[in-house]
């Protein structure tokens, strides 16, 4: 299991890094810490495993558990966090994802195609819970990703925060 000061130092390191997502991963560790025990989900993880650090570090603090999905391996982050009771990391493509459990936190952040977020937006419909919370990253540097994700909220009553900084995030919080 990875220590939680490891975890501090690579957040701090990410955030205040150039990485594209680097100025929302305070916002993301900081959601998990307003919801305590969450059940977390991300489609897109890379190598560089930057969100995964911000969430899971969350979840070492108030408790969580975060399920990652990426088609690649990702071995950089495995072996970063090795065999951890708080975080289940899945190789596949996120379109295929299935799951009993439901979720309370979701990150979309996998390939950047209208197809490909339509897709999960699909997945999302069956396995997100009422009054969750998903974040769409990269809306402002792959516009098209927005037409898929303006179809998924219409099928919901939801409420939408659109923050155009550096690649832009989308977080919509489902109230149905
Ligand atoms: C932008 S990176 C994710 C960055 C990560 N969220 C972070 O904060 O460091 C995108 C990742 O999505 C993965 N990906 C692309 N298409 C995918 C698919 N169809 N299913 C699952 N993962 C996919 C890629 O392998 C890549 O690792």
């Not at 495993?49 to 650090?53: I, V």
């Not at 295929?96 to 009993?100: A, D, E, G, M, P």
């Given at each position: 299991m ?5 975890l ?23 959601i998990v ?15 560089r ?5 911000a ?10 558990h975060?399920?990652?999905v990426d088609k ?15 975080w289940?990391?899945?190789k596949?493509?996120s379109k ?5 459990k439901k ?10 195609s209208?197809?490909?977020?339509k ?19 990269d ?15 219409k099928?919901?009553?939801?409420f939408t925060?659109k923050l155009?900084?550096k690649?832009?995030?989308?977080a919509?919080e489902l109230?149905?």
């Open positions: 990875v220590e939680i000061e490891k501090k130092e690579r957040l701090k390191e990410k955030s205040e890094s150039d990485d594209d997502i680097g100025n929302f991963l305070e916002m993301l560790y900081k810490l307003e919801n305590p025990k969450s059940e977390i989900l991300e489609f897109g993880v890379s190598d495993g930057s969100s995964t650090t969430f899971l570090l969350g979840c070492h603090e108030v408790g969580g975060l399920t990652s690649r391996s990702c071995d950089n982050i495995n072996k970063i966090v090795g065999d951890d009771n708080h289940t990391f899945l596949m493509d295929q994802f299935t799951s009993k979720f309370d936190i979701c990150l979309i952040d996998s390939e950047h209208y197809e490909q977020v897709a999960e937006c699909n997945v999302l419909d069956k396995v997100m819970k009422k009054r969750s919370i998903i974040f769409f990253h809306t402002t540097m792959m516009p098209q990703i927005t037409k898929a994700i303006n179809e998924f909220m099928r919901h009553n939801c925060s155009k900084e690649n832009g995030m989308w919509v109230d149905d």
